[in-house]
């Protein structure tokens, strides 16, 4: 059974940093593709980041284009969200998902699994 632990998460001052990681268990021999979303309450589910099998292709959402960098590690199964400049507004929890083929996609409801999330929050 696949499971997506984010970690990372926590309280920073705005125009701050924080990075967010996500391990994908259990190992596999193919590298499929990951995504960042982020929810906050009473809104849809948002796409932030993604990043292909391979890491040759990522996408990001328009609110953090410039701010956020998504990377992976492959020989880790670890996929992380280095977030910068962050904004009041980039405060909610933070999910990361992962489809079952390597390909990105920035829809939601083309990721097959999901982590728990993890909260960020940010001061002004």
């Known amino acids: 059974q696949v499971q997506l632990v984010e970690s990372g998460g926590g309280l920073v001052q705005a125009g701050g940093s924080l990075r967010l990681s996500c391990a994908r268990s259990?190992?596999?021999?193919?590298?499929?593709?990951m995504g960042w979303f982020r929810q906050a309450p009473g809104k849809e589910r948002e796409f932030v980041a993604g990043?292909?099998?391979?890491?040759?292709?990522?996408s990001y959402g328009d609110s953090v284009k410039g701010r956020f960098t998504i990377s992976r590690d492959n020989t880790k199964n670890t996929v992380y969200l280095q977030m910068n400049s962050l904004k009041p507004e980039d405060a909610t929890v933070y999910y990361c998902?992962?489809?079952?083929?390597?390909?990105?996609?920035?829809?939601?409801?083309?990721?097959?699994?999901w982590g728990q999330g993890t909260q960020v929050t940010v001061s002004s």
């Open positions: 990043i292909s099998g391979s890491g040759g292709s990522t």
């Open positions: 259990p190992r596999t021999t193919i590298n499929y593709a």
């Open positions: 998902a992962s489809r079952a083929i390597m390909q990105l996609n920035t829809n939601p409801a083309r990721y097959d699994y």
